[in-house]
């Protein structure tokens, strides 16, 4: 029996959870488990190169609560706002939400950036690569993953915003899978901690195909948590 790509399973999930959620009672705690995963456990995970060395309660301090509280107000923005064109301004407002009541100003950047060790664009770029990322966002010649992970990552690399760029990335290609039949990437495990950001370095030197299975086997695990909780009796 010819075994399935990575492509293929994700289809085989998608529509096993369709199914899931249809029959089971515990399609509610499928939904709060994937808010949990990523308003508290993956902003940890993503983190934890910045604090190695240090002990956990020393790790703690680098926690900032209110932006994870931010994250879950975005996420729930998402939630609501399901249908909504994703267009520049509605990528801009994720950004301005994760900046509230923190020392972050909201919006575009005002000066250059480096990102991942490379020279971002300048500011005079920004709105037009912003408005190529919609463009490539809704161009339906190419299919919704490649759509997906290619904003996530062209977001991280224009850089538009001061900080949270990653962030940002990450609830937007989210929000675009909702629009579109999935559900959203979460990276909670151990490993996601250095591999994420390899991942974004192999596409940065040409490896594309390394950083699209990167982001399927993220995609892979996430369903096979939510297919794992939909059946638990």
């Given at each position: 029996?010819?075994?399935?790509?990575?492509?293929?399973?994700?289809?085989?999930?998608?529509?096993?959870?369709?199914?899931?959620?249809?029959?089971?009672?515990?399609?509610?705690?499928?939904?709060?488990?994937?808010?949990?995963?990523?308003?508290?456990?993956?902003?940890?995970?993503?983190?934890?190169?910045?604090?190695?060395?240090?002990?956990?309660?020393?790790?703690?301090?680098?926690?900032?609560?209110?932006?994870?509280?931010?994250?879950?107000?975005?996420?729930?923005?998402?939630?609501?706002?399901?249908?909504?064109?994703?267009?520049?301004?509605?990528?801009?407002?994720?950004?301005?939400?994760?900046?509230?009541?923190?020392?972050?100003?909201?919006?575009?950047?005002?000066?250059?950036?480096?990102?991942?060790?490379?020279?971002?664009?300048?500011?005079?770029?920004?709105?037009?690569?912003?408005?190529?990322?919609?463009?490539?966002?809704?161009?339906?010649?190419?299919?919704?993953?490649?759509?997906?992970?290619?904003?996530?990552?062209?977001?991280?690399?224009?850089?538009?915003?001061?900080?949270?760029?990653?962030?940002t990335a990450r609830l937007i290609?989210?929000?675009?899978?909702?629009?579109?039949?999935?559900?959203?990437?979460?990276?909670?495990?151990?490993?996601?901690?250095?591999?994420?950001?390899?991942?974004?370095?192999?596409?940065?030197?040409?490896?594309r195909r390394a950083y699209?299975?990167?982001?399927?086997?993220?995609?892979?695990?996430?369903?096979?948590?939510?297919?794992?909780?939909?059946?638990?009796?």
């Amino acid at each position: 029996m010819k075994k399935l790509t990575n492509k293929e399973m994700i289809e085989v999930n998608r529509r096993a959870i369709d199914a899931l959620m249809r029959q089971s009672a515990k399609n509610v705690a499928s939904i709060n488990m994937l808010r949990h995963e990523i308003t508290s456990v993956e902003p940890m995970i993503l983190a934890k190169p910045q604090t190695q060395g240090f002990a956990k309660d020393k790790q703690m301090a680098f926690v900032d609560w209110t932006n994870l509280k931010n994250i879950g107000v975005a996420y729930d923005y998402i939630l609501k706002h399901k249908k909504t064109n994703i267009d520049m301004y509605q990528m801009t407002e994720i950004q301005k939400i994760l900046t509230r009541n923190t020392d972050v100003r909201p919006g575009y950047r005002i000066s250059g950036a480096m990102v991942l060790g490379k020279f971002a664009p300048s500011i005079e770029q920004i709105y037009y690569k912003m408005e190529q990322i919609e463009y490539h966002l809704h161009d339906e010649n190419y299919p919704v993953l490649t759509r997906a992970f290619d904003t996530h990552f062209d977001i991280i690399m224009t850089q538009p915003y001061n900080d949270y760029n990653k962030r940002t990335a990450r609830l937007i290609m989210n929000w675009f899978l909702m629009q579109n039949g999935y559900r959203p990437i979460i990276f909670n495990k151990k490993t996601d901690a250095t591999a994420y950001t390899d991942a974004l370095h192999n596409r940065i030197d040409g490896n594309r195909r390394a950083y699209t299975d990167y982001m399927e086997s993220s995609m892979l695990h996430t369903q096979k948590q939510i297919i794992k909780l939909l059946k638990m009796r």
